[in-house]
């Protein structure tokens, strides 16, 4: 499937404040809950069949704390290239976003993903992503971060917040490790 | 505050709740959304901080992290978790009394089965251990009992139906006090020729005995902010800064008490005096406290009972009283104050059922009886109707007065004792795990326990079928309670079919 259009600058994206983030997976769970549970509260989820996935993952970083892991709705993304049934769409804000009817569980997008974003939900034989909540105001994740580190903003105003040299701050956090 | 649901059943309270927050005061409930969402690896029981090589969680969602560091599973982990809170609940009540540590019995309950080293038997061990804890606290309460008995015999004070707060002094004594302090309280008062009123609330009932009045909103943070409490003493129980805080910017003088030991006489002159002074200065300012007077919980009647035991007993015995419900608890604020605690009770006095109250729901008794409609089954109101009560509830006091009742239940059989009752214990909202441990101690007394409040220990959909039919074949009896929290409706009709 072509790439559609670049991933307009104006649109709101999920950013992680690494420095704050202290890998509760709170963001994981409130996910779970929120978009993949019938119930919407634990513990009745805990007994739901199957269980509810998360769309994001906090990935460790030992005694640093963690980075969430969702998708980047990248602006050339491979995952749209790889899907054969078409279920990968680029709407018009610039999400990439997942049509369930579709997915025929191939998992070429899971493959190509850089970030891993991309999980199997093995009981329904699809992928499960993030959509960053599309038509929400705000992301579950975001919007349930206890620490802050989960922030939803348009590019300049996060880089404006917290500096241009925000980039090269993470790499040497990550470096460190 | 906008985002949270009808707080109070009572509307006073309400109106307290938005005065508060037109004034830009927090309480209770914005502190509450602060932490919204609950950490969810602890509400699930699923975190452990048992040693230094964590603190671990485990995955509710069985994804990893599936072990601590340790290697215990999640089964392991959320047993630990009710172990824990059932101790901490015998250990919330054992600094007011003497602790029956030198028992057999507590001993043995408080040499924790480490789970680390043990074999497979540790579920086992530790859901009988977790029933001694239980009984540890039944004992505690009996010990209380007695101590109230010995100490009250000829100080029943009878107490009025209700206090006007602006007509006295307004003392709020918070976390329970000692018997002396109230004692000197009320004598500094005596010589001043003012009136004093006493306030106590959730778990300092059995201080009515002494002359206090048991009164409450729903929370203690309502109480300061009717305006006409006059000081507030914090006993070492007591519910901490946020209370201190809160009546520090009403203008409110706070004392700190401790144990009951020598001082107390100096500190009840303190007291006095700035609490006098205070008063003094609110009727000077023609101040008007809201409501303006407050409805107190009744005199325990269980003696009034206790002439009847044997019409009452042979009621039961052929089923023209349904049976028994003990109810006793507090607040919580996950849940309307007190909605589901009053829908369960009309339910249950429509069916004839005798209902008793007890710890924080003594305390709201008078509102409750408010608050619910007068109807109920005709055997239970011709039984009332010969005691001469014109209510139809049954206060008791604190938790540390349950041994009275269950006294009270066992004379009713003379055979077979409190087995031959059909009795139900009800929680239906609780905060505190002295609760758990409560009604632990109730399930090892053969009484069938229901809890209302949802609990945070359902991580382990193992532990939870291990848990109920291994207590059910420990104990004997049935513990009401599921992850999935039932509607007050579906509870009232499970408390029904057990009686």
């Not at chain 2, 101790?87 to 602790?99: D, T």
């Not at chain 2, 029956?100 to 074999?119: V, W």
């Not at chain 2, 002074?277 to 009972?305: C, H, I, M, W």
Request: proline share 5%.
């Amino acid at each position: 499937m072509e790439n559609q259009s670049r991933v307009s600058r104006k649109t709101k994206e999920i950013f992680v404040r690494i420095d704050r983030c202290l890998a509760c997976r709170t963001c994981e769970i409130q996910c779970a809950l929120k978009r993949s549970s019938l119930s919407q509260r634990l513990p009745e989820a805990i007994y739901e069949k199957p269980l509810p996935l998360p769309r994001l993952q906090v990935q460790p970083l030992g005694e640093k704390g963690g980075i969430p892991i969702q998708c980047r709705h990248c602006q050339d993304a491979p995952c749209l290239d790889a899907c054969p049934s078409g279920a990968l769409q680029r709407e018009k804000d610039g999400l990439v976003v997942m049509r369930g009817e579709k997915c025929i569980g191939c998992w070429m997008c899971l493959m190509v993903c850089p970030f891993g974003a991309i999980k199997p939900f093995r009981q329904f034989k699809k992928i499960i992503k993030c959509d960053s909540c599309a038509g929400m105001d705000e992301p579950y994740c975001v919007a349930h971060c206890p620490t802050g580190a989960l922030v939803f903003m348009e590019r300049e105003q996060f880089l404006k917040e917290y500096g241009k040299d925000f980039p090269r701050r993470l790499l040497g956090h990550l470096e460190d490790l | 505050m906008e985002s949270v649901r009808r707080k109070s059943l009572f509307s006073a309270g309400n109106q307290l709740i938005s005065r508060a927050y037109e004034r830009g005061i927090p309480l209770l409930w914005e502190r509450y959304e602060a932490q919204l969402p609950l950490d969810g690896f602890a509400e699930s029981g699923l975190t452990c901080h048992d040693c230094l090589y964590g603190p671990c969680r485990i995955n509710p969602f069985g994804e990893e992290p599936l072990q601590g560091i340790c290697g215990a599973d999640r089964q392991q982990i959320a047993l630990q978790f009710i172990f824990r809170a059932a101790k901490k609940g015998v250990l919330e009540s054992a600094h007011q009394l003497p602790f029956p540590g030198s028992g057999d019995k507590a001993r043995e309950a408080l040499t924790l089965t480490n789970p680390h080293f043990s074999d497979k038997a540790y579920l086992q061990n530790s859901l009988t251990n977790m029933l001694k804890l239980g009984s540890v606290q039944y004992e505690l309460f009996e010990l209380a009992w007695k101590v109230i008995q010995r100490r009250s015999a000829g100080q029943n004070r009878p107490s009025p139906k209700s206090i006007d707060l602006r007509a006295g002094a307004n003392i709020f004594l918070e976390g329970g006090a000692s018997t002396s302090l109230v004692e000197s309280l009320l004598e500094s008062f005596r010589k001043e020729k003012t009136d004093l009123h006493l306030l106590v609330g959730e778990g300092s009932e059995y201080l009515r005995k002494w002359g206090a009045c048991v009164a409450s909103l729903g929370h203690p943070e309502l109480m300061l902010l009717t305006g006409g409490i006059d000081a507030l003493v914090m006993h070492g129980n007591g519910m901490g800064s946020y209370l201190v805080n809160l009546a520090e910017r009403l203008g409110i003088e706070v004392f700190r008490t401790g144990v009951e030991s020598a001082g107390t006489g100096s500190l009840g002159r303190s007291v006095s005096k700035k609490a006098l002074e205070a008063y003094r200065s609110r009727v000077k300012r023609g101040a008007d406290p809201f409501p303006p007077s407050l409805q107190l919980a009744g005199e325990e009647n269980t003696n009034q009972l206790q002439e009847k035991a044997k019409k009452v007993g042979a009621l039961l015995k052929v089923r023209k009283l349904r049976g028994v419900a003990i109810l006793i608890g507090d607040f919580n604020v996950k849940q309307t104050f007190f909605e589901r605690t009053s829908k369960i009770i009309q339910k249950l006095l429509k069916e004839d059922v005798l209902v008793f109250l007890g710890g924080g729901l003594f305390a709201c008794q008078p509102i409750l009886e408010n608050l619910i409609e007068s109807k109920m089954g005709k055997k239970l109101a011709g039984l009332l109707e010969e005691l001469n009560k014109s209510t139809p509830l049954f206060g008791f006091g604190s938790a540390c007065e349950l041994p009275g009742v269950i006294e009270f239940l066992s004379s009713l059989d003379s055979r077979k004792g409190l087995r031959g009752i059909r009795t139900v214990a009800v929680f239906p909202e609780v905060h505190r795990w002295s609760y758990l441990s409560a009604a632990f101690g109730l399930l090892s007394l053969g009484i069938p326990v229901q809890i209302g409040t949802r609990l945070p220990f359902w991580g382990s959909p193992e532990l939870t079928d291990v848990f109920f039919k291994e207590l059910k074949s420990t104990c004997g009896t049935e513990f009401l309670v599921a992850p999935s929290l039932a509607s007050a409706e579906e509870q009232s009709e499970e408390i029904l079919r057990r009686l």
